[in-house]
């Protein structure tokens, strides 16, 4: 349809003009023309509408929007000014929006194929499986002599879960091919392996086989062929072909598991057979790991013993520090962890007294003779044998670390050892020496950044952010946005994560907060990622491998680095729902140390304290300001750094809805985690604050399924209880649900008994007493009873939890703050604790 | 340990694992450029010390090696280049690095008919160049100066992947010998063309373009194409 406005031809001209220096991204230039005509043309509105997203490149979008509106007022059955109306929202992310304005767009011009591209794009990008199929199907109808239109269109199919009507597709174009496409043809050695992809999705492994090999002489990818035709086989029960085909697979790569498996499940091996399998394959590929070390997964008693000799003998004298590593996921079993213990130790003993190896394995280390080196990294894996949480006996574990560490002059062992040094210590809880050994270990070797990351990660872990990001500095790119923006930039989510639970332990909220809202937008950029493989992989025509990258992306928010951020952010806002104080300066420093002080202030003394904390913050965010600007000075010539209006997070911790900002977190973690415990119990207390009580129930319902035993469900479930006993107005409805479904407190007792049942039944957890003596407290305040007794009592509880003997080192951090939320005896806990991590400095409190 | 081809939910800690050992690092973006364009060549270590309690729990990635197929080959040779290669401190030692390079290289040859690999490596890194140079056999080609961000000189290192255009001629011998006694003789001939890599390989220099034509389909686009991709409104099509 033609534009409603029709230009003279001097204008028309300089229209295409506009639109060609837009597409070279000329925009000074563009707009210059844009004007130009506008002046004769003020109403024209495909110009405006040009001018517009002109002026949202320079990256003025209010403006853009505005004049964007303009120019639809003007020409609304352009399809152009809608066009334009959609790319502004695209480029906001407002991807629905864009959607509807790119419709709009197609219905003034049905045949633009470069409106519906982009709207197909976007509508990949949401899913809407059944526009984009629409879409598509368009595509193919408008060029059905391009193959991408078609695979595009099986694509949308088979996302959409249609597989018969994907494979159809496909077949069809095949069936237009006058002959069949050379080998050379990549698109389609892809292509018809996409097809055999979308087969044996049916199920159907007979007919994907049967396809499989009509299409094995065409394809170019030999690993998919020979592992499909290995797994179609196997499915099939075809067990001898499936076995040939695993065995030519692990020929080429020895060291996947999955060929293993394949091949046992082929031979149906069991007992005897089955190690005698696994030695054959050992010697046929003497390098591989996995045929020596699969069979200590499935071997028991001497049978283990004996597997599990051969292997620690070749290991060992390999003098590699991961032998450990490769068998601690053992370690669940104790006759095996014992057995190998008792293993490693005679190998120790046998080492000692033997003379230098003669004609000694390849080793890289030259200062070290190589009897000396298997020595050491004998000794080193029996500490990392009483380090193991299991055993976690420090004491041996030092003394094995200190006898290796006096064997080896060389610098590359010296490192290797005092990292394994450091990591005993901090698992003692002595976090400050464990930095300081990690920093000797770095010294060691100062231009590999392994050292380097991890000593930075144990600064963290030692809270000394500043040395930390320092330290990372040595290898970040720094010209543009020092090293903190490198790793932003770069995405190093673990750095971030663990920089802000430092800031939590500090009480530094407003910093922590900052931290893991930077981790949130690493994942709404890994989201936005695929946006452009959406075309991008059409052309390059890997159709599988992005039908991978998909569904990855569809349960992208599900990833642990998501959740781990999810639930601290979480935590930090319930609490600064609850004490917004904290977020102001200084008063939100030292671990609450002040903020306890705070809440028993009178009213006067608090506005006192608050200017205080405020004037503080002023005086901290201007220096923060000032020490960006001076960077900035100093590294004059570089690119611009993007200012941040926000250094310290004090606007983020400052939210008057901090329950909302908790909602933005809590609704991605019960979506694509619904599974996931801790995302659960977050719930339950997000919306008990906000007052939305079915779904509370329901994440506690979740919660209980998932774990029933679990310490923070069971206090959630009595506060439940305790909620509905105080006889709240609830509407017939949700009070009717409430009745049908929550059923968890007993009948025949009071919850106090309920309490203290749960009590006696886990005994041995410090975590079970630290829920029950919380809700003891939560009782009794509830009773409006909250006697003397009752508080030590409680107290009492979790003095007493530091002895049980399942507790851990932070199990024993938590009781602490548990301590502190009750007001009770800091002093005499801390002093309790350190008698049984005699080592730690983890309860320090620290200013 | 498990050795297994690079999979869109390794990268976040594929991504992790470069951070923490080397200082060329990434944006996920283009690892997932990487996979999504030449996904045959990039190959992921995995510890399975912990052991997977849920298909959900990440991986433990502690080496990859990130490949690619040169986008436009000066020279006219279809050749592989090796983006980025790490092993964790911790598991050295245990043939890690060879093991990625051999699934890498072989599927650079098999799917995109690669004649070598090159790489770059800093001129300080003694560990690397060592690695390459007497584990993989790799030659220095020459140094290109200031290659890295911070002034640093790069040896650029090659090897002729020949070894391995001869070890997969001998697999496919192997392959038509075993199948010709146990399939159709319509499979047995099927498979008389899995050998087309290698025909080409014996006639020498006379077709590189043709085997070059392999890997060029659609454009070859980097991933600042990729990037910076916009579209137009054309008010014509």
Redesign the interface.
């Known amino acids: 349809m033609p534009s409603q406005q029709p230009l003279a031809s001097k204008e028309a001209s300089l229209f295409r003009n506009v639109l060609k220096f837009y597409e070279t991204k000329q925009y000074k230039k563009g707009l210059k023309a844009a004007e130009q005509i506008l002046k004769k043309n003020p109403k024209h509105g495909e110009t405006l509408a040009m001018k517009g997203l002109l002026i949202n490149c320079q990256g003025k979008t209010e403006e853009a929007f505005q004049i964007a509106k303009e120019a639809l007022k003007q020409d609304m059955k352009s399809h152009v000014c809608w066009h334009v109306y959609g790319l502004l929202y695209r480029s906001q992310k407002n991807f629905d929006e864009a959607i509807k304005a790119y419709k709009m767009a197609l219905r003034f011009e049905p045949d633009s194929q470069q409106i519906l591209r982009d709207l197909a794009l976007l509508q990949i990008q949401m899913r809407d499986y059944n526009g984009y199929i629409e879409s598509r199907r368009l595509m193919v109808m408008s060029k059905p002599q391009i193959r991408q239109n078609w695979t595009g269109l099986a694509i949308a199919y088979h996302l959409a879960g249609n597989l018969s009507e994907a494979e159809n597709v496909l077949t069809k174009y095949e069936e237009t091919l006058k002959q069949p496409p050379p080998k050379t043809d990549l698109e389609n050695s892809e292509a018809i392996l996409y097809k055999n992809y979308i087969i044996a999705e049916t199920g159907d492994h007979q007919k994907a086989l049967d396809h499989l090999e009509a299409i094995a002489r065409t394809a170019v990818d030999k690993v998919a062929i020979l592992e499909a035709r290995a797994e179609y086989n196997l499915k099939l029960g075809n067990n001898e072909a499936a076995e040939k085909g695993y065995r030519v697979l692990l020929e080429r790569n020895p060291e996947k598991r999955l060929y293993y498996s394949g091949l046992e499940k082929s031979l149906g091996v069991e007992g005897e057979d089955r190690l005698k399998i696994y030695e054959e394959l050992a010697e046929q590929y003497p390098r591989a790991d996995a045929p020596k070390r699969i069979p200590l997964d499935f071997q028991e008693g001497d049978a283990f013993k004996s597997v599990a000799q051969k292997y620690l003998d070749w290991r060992l004298k390999r003098a590699a520090p991961s032998t450990f590593t490769s068998l601690k996921a053992l370690y669940g079993d104790v006759a095996k962890r014992e057995c190998l213990e008792s293993l490693v130790e005679e190998f120790l003993a046998t080492t000692r007294e033997e003379k230098p190896v003669e004609n000694g394995e390849k080793l890289t280390n030259g200062s070290s003779t190589p009897n000396n080196s298997v020595l050491i990294y004998t000794l080193y894996y029996l500490s990392q044998h009483h380090d193991h949480w299991r055993i976690r006996n420090t004491e041996k574990a030092l003394s094995y670390i200190n006898e290796a560490l006096e064997l080896a002059p060389d610098n590359a062992d010296q490192g290797e050892l005092r990292l394994g040094l450091a990591r005993i210590l901090k698992h003692a809880g002595d976090v400050r020496k464990a930095m300081e050994e990690m920093d000797n270990a770095r010294q060691k070797d100062k231009s590999d950044r392994y050292y380097n990351t991890k000593c930075s990660k144990y600064m963290l872990r030692n809270d000394c952010n500043e040395e930390a990001i320092k330290t990372m500095g040595l290898f970040t790119r720094n010209d543009v946005n020092g090293p903190l923006g490198d790793l932003l930039e770069m995405q190093c989510v673990w750095y971030i994560t663990e920089d802000g639970e430092s800031y939590v332990r500090q009480g530094k909220l407003g910093l922590a907060l900052k931290r893991f809202h930077a981790v949130y937008k690493i994942f709404e950029d890994w989201t936005d990622d695929q946006f452009d493989f959406h075309s991008f992989s059409l052309r390059k025509g890997m159709i599988r491998a992005y039908i991978e990258m998909v569904r990855w992306e569809d349960s992208l928010w599900s990833h642990p680095f998501f959740r781990r951020a999810a639930v601290n952010a979480i935590k930090l806002y319930l609490l600064l729902n609850d004490k917004p104080h904290l977020a102001h300066g200084s008063l939100a420093n030292g671990t609450g140390e002040d903020a306890v002080d705070f809440e028993s202030l009178s009213t006067a003394d608090r506005k006192k304290a608050m200017k205080k904390a405020k004037r503080e913050a002023q005086k901290q965010e201007k220096a923060a300001a000032e020490a960006a600007a001076k960077a900035k000075d100093e590294r004059k010539g570089g690119e611009e750094k993007k200012q941040d209006d926000d250094p310290l997070g004090a606007k983020l911790a400052q939210t008057t809805e901090p329950l909302e900002k908790a909602l933005v977190w809590l609704k991605p973690l019960l979506e694509f985690s619904p599974a996931f415990l801790e995302g659960q119990t977050a719930g339950f207390d997000v919306y008990m604050k906000r007052r939305k009580y079915l779904l509370a129930l329901k994440c506690l319902l979740a919660a209980h399924s998932i774990a029933p035993e679990d310490p923070v469900v069971h206090e959630q479930i009595i506060r439940f209880q305790l909620f509905l006993n105080s006889k709240p107005e609830l509407s017939p409805t949700v009070q009717s649900i409430i009745d049908e479904t929550f059923t968890l407190t007993p009948k025949e007792s009071t919850l106090a008994q309920f309490n203290e049942a749960y009590l006696s039944s886990h005994a041995d957890s410090a975590r079970a007493s630290f829920s029950v003596a919380k809700s003891r407290q939560v009782l009794a305040a509830a009773e409006g009873s909250k006697s003397d007794s009752e508080g030590t009592d409680s107290e009492t509880l979790v003095f007493e939890a530091l002895k049980k003997e399942g507790a851990t080192l932070k199990d024993a951090v938590d009781g602490l703050a548990l301590v502190k939320e009750m007001k009770g005896d800091v002093g005499r806990y801390v002093e309790e604790a350190r008698q049984r991590w005699s080592m730690s400095n983890v309860f320090e409190v620290k200013a | 340990?498990?050795?297994?081809?690079l999979?869109?939910?390794h990268i976040?800690h594929v991504?992790?694992c470069n951070?923490?050992?080397?200082?060329e690092?990434?944006?996920?973006?283009y690892y997932?450029y990487h996979?999504?364009?030449?996904?045959?060549l990039s190959y992921v270590?995995i510890?399975?010390?912990?052991?997977q309690n849920?298909p959900?729990?990440?991986p433990k990635i502690v080496g990859y090696v990130l490949a690619k197929m040169e986008e436009e080959p000066v020279d006219g040779i279809p050749h592989g280049h090796i983006t980025s290669l790490s092993v964790?401190?911790?598991?050295?030692?245990?043939?890690l690095a060879e093991?990625l390079m051999r699934?890498s290289q072989?599927?650079m040859v098999?799917?995109f008919g690669a004649k070598y690999v090159s790489l770059h490596v800093r001129v300080?890194?003694k560990?690397a160049l060592?690695l390459y140079k007497d584990t993989l056999q790799f030659e220095v080609e020459k140094v290109e100066s200031k290659y890295y961000?911070?002034g640093e000189d790069a040896y650029s290192m090659k090897q002729d992947l020949g070894f391995i255009w001869d070890a997969v001629k001998k697999?496919d011998e192997l392959?038509r010998k075993?199948d010709k006694s146990?399939t159709t003789p319509a499979?047995g001939e099927?498979?008389?063309?899995?050998g087309?890599?290698v025909g080409d390989e014996g006639q020498e220099d006379k077709k590189p373009k043709?085997?070059m034509?392999?890997?060029k389909?659609?454009?070859a686009?980097g991933v600042s194409d990729?990037?910076e991709?916009?579209?137009?409104?054309?008010?014509s099509?």
């Open positions: 340990m498990d050795i297994v081809m999979h869109p939910s976040p991504q992790t951070i923490t050992n080397l200082p690092n990434y944006f996920a973006k997932l996979a999504l364009t030449w996904p045959q270590a510890d399975l010390s912990k052991s849920s959900h729990d990440p964790m401190r911790t598991h050295r030692r245990l043939g093991k699934q072989k599927a098999e799917t300080s890194n560990a060592r961000a911070d697999e392959l075993d146990t499979e099927g498979n008389e063309d899995e087309d890599p043709e085997v034509r392999k890997v389909i659609g454009r686009l990729l990037v991709k916009v579209e137009s409104p054309k008010a099509s």
